[in-house]
């Protein structure tokens, strides 16, 4: 199978839900209840399974992890979705939440997209067709790695700062730079080039990571656990992941 004919319509779902998102962010200029951000989370999870299932392939997020392991485990193809990633910047009426849409192949994310409603960023790939910024897959928009050439290491944090465990793991690494991003898009700043190294130390689940992990993987970087570099694999028995890195060698 062709997993590049299933983009359009992972791109089509991930923006209609952002359009659904973006008309309840405007409602309120300054700030959501919790019970508003989870209602928005799933006006726009309806959206955009009523897209996906048009594939006939099942679809696994947060709002539906009820499904039995002993039902899924034999899936071969299937969406993994997280359709308001970044719930305290939506909830905060700030811009950096995402819409994420996986394709999964048994345990290996192979089609990723995240798409930033609130400022308009789409970032999709897939380790078949490579990674792209933007609306479509001319040259000019292809993703590719560029090393860092100065001493200095960036490290992408969340806007809650460094964790302790997070401070103990870059300690040893020197002279370094933090960069703050919320939702997906702080793995998406290793995709842009911008960041060397992530160290995720949250709480985060399987629908949390995998689309941007579909895209870094078209840039052969992979989300792995940190306390033995294995890398991260879907619809697990429990899908809760566990202390994750991933990093520009």
């Not at 629908?207 to 890398?231: G, M, R, S, V, Y």
């Amino acid at each position: 199978m062709n997993v590049k004919d299933y983009l359009a319509m992972a791109i089509d779902g991930a923006r209609d839900a952002g359009i659904k998102l973006m008309s309840m962010y405007h409602k309120n200029p300054q700030s959501f209840t919790s019970e508003e951000t989870i209602a928005a989370k799933i006006e726009a999870q309806s959206i955009l399974i009523h897209q996906l299932l048009k594939s006939d392939f099942p679809v696994l997020s947060e709002l539906g992890a009820q499904v039995n392991y002993e039902e899924r485990k034999d899936w071969d193809y299937f969406w993994m979705i997280d359709p308001l990633n970044g719930q305290d910047s939506f909830k905060e009426h700030k811009d950096e939440f995402t819409v994420n849409v996986a394709l999964i192949y048994k345990e290996e994310p192979v089609l990723g997209v995240v798409y930033a409603p609130a400022l308009d960023k789409l970032f999709f790939g897939g380790k078949e067709f490579g990674a792209y910024m933007d609306e479509n897959m001319e040259k000019e928009h292809r993703l590719e790695i560029f090393k860092n050439k100065t001493d200095t290491l960036r490290l992408v944090t969340s806007p809650k700062g460094l964790s302790p465990k997070a401070k103990k793991y870059y300690e040893p690494l020197g002279d370094v730079e933090t960069i703050t991003m919320d939702s997906s898009l702080q793995w998406m700043l290793l995709a842009e080039s911008r960041a060397d190294v992530y160290a995720f130390f949250e709480e985060s689940w399987e629908w949390n990571t995998a689309a941007p992990h579909a895209i870094l993987k078209a840039l052969n970087l992979d989300l792995k656990t940190i306390h033995n570099k294995n890398i991260l694999t879907y619809n697990k028995l429990n899908l809760k992941n566990t202390d994750i890195i991933v990093e520009v060698e």
